[in-house]
């Protein structure tokens, strides 16, 4: 069964405070691996897509990074606008238009 | 370019009911797929369009229906509402050129079954 986990659940940081997020999937293949941003009460922002092991993406403080087993989200010094819940998906080949998330990783950043 | 729309934004209805939620997809864009977003359940698939016809489908009961227009929009249908359904529903679109799988969500529609 195609499968994602998240963690930590929680994450506190300190601003500048440099941290990863770990992403594991278990896909019957895997189609591409999604990062999404979402506030409170809102829909989930798009971050990164990656579809082979070894890419890597960068867009301002944050940098995502994919291997066979999993993915890991980079936040470099981060900043108290980074604070948001960060959610981890993957589509299988077999499964169109389908992505199975994990329960996210909600991170606070502390001024 | 305008971005994934959905209406309502908010709906309160009780036990019994039905609801009819509306997506507009980005320009363009021909896949439209529905979520299920609680928070002890997290963001679970409830199935997605292409080219008015349902693609793929999750686990959810017949309850829970869909459609897709020729302009690409797309409603959802929830009918005898359960307490349960209470959720924040989410659709996304997916452009797909050039192998592109990403799908861009739209702000939700928050639903409460009193």
């Known amino acids: 069964e195609d499968q994602v986990t998240q963690s930590p659940e929680a994450l506190r940081l300190q601003e500048g405070e440099s941290s990863s997020l770990n992403c594991s999937y278990t896909?019957?293949?895997?189609?591409?691996l999604f990062w999404y941003r979402q506030d409170p009460g809102k829909g989930p922002e798009f971050l990164f897509t990656?579809?082979?092991a070894g890419e890597e993406k960068e867009k301002e403080r944050l940098k995502a990074t994919l291997t066979k087993k999993e993915s890991f989200l980079h936040i470099t010094a981060p900043k108290p606008e980074d604070s948001a819940t960060y959610l981890c998906?993957?589509?299988?080949?077999?499964?169109?238009?389908?992505?199975?998330f994990g329960q996210g990783t909600t991170l606070q950043v502390k001024p | 370019k305008a971005g994934v729309t959905q209406t309502p934004r908010y709906l309160i209805k009780t036990r019994g009911q039905q609801v009819t939620l509306s997506c507009s997809p980005i320009?363009?864009?021909?896949?439209v797929s529905w979520y299920q977003q609680t928070p002890g359940q997290g963001l679970q698939f409830l199935f997605e369009?292409?080219?008015?016809?349902?693609?793929n489908k999750g686990n959810f009961p017949g309850r829970f229906s869909g459609r897709q227009f020729s302009n690409s929009r797309s409603e959802m249908n929830v009918s005898t509402l359960e307490l349960g359904d209470s959720a924040l529903y989410l659709c996304?679109?997916?452009?797909?050129?050039?192998?592109?799988?990403?799908?861009?969500f739209g702000p939700g529609t928050r639903l409460l079954v009193l």
């Open positions: 998906a993957v589509q299988a080949p077999s499964n169109t238009g389908k992505l199975i």
């Open positions: 896909v019957s293949g895997l189609r591409g």
């Open positions: 990656l579809y082979s």
């Open positions: 320009s363009g864009h021909r896949s």
């Open positions: 369009y292409f080219s008015e016809t349902q693609r």
């Open positions: 996304a679109s997916l452009g797909g050129w050039g192998g592109d799988e990403t799908q861009y």
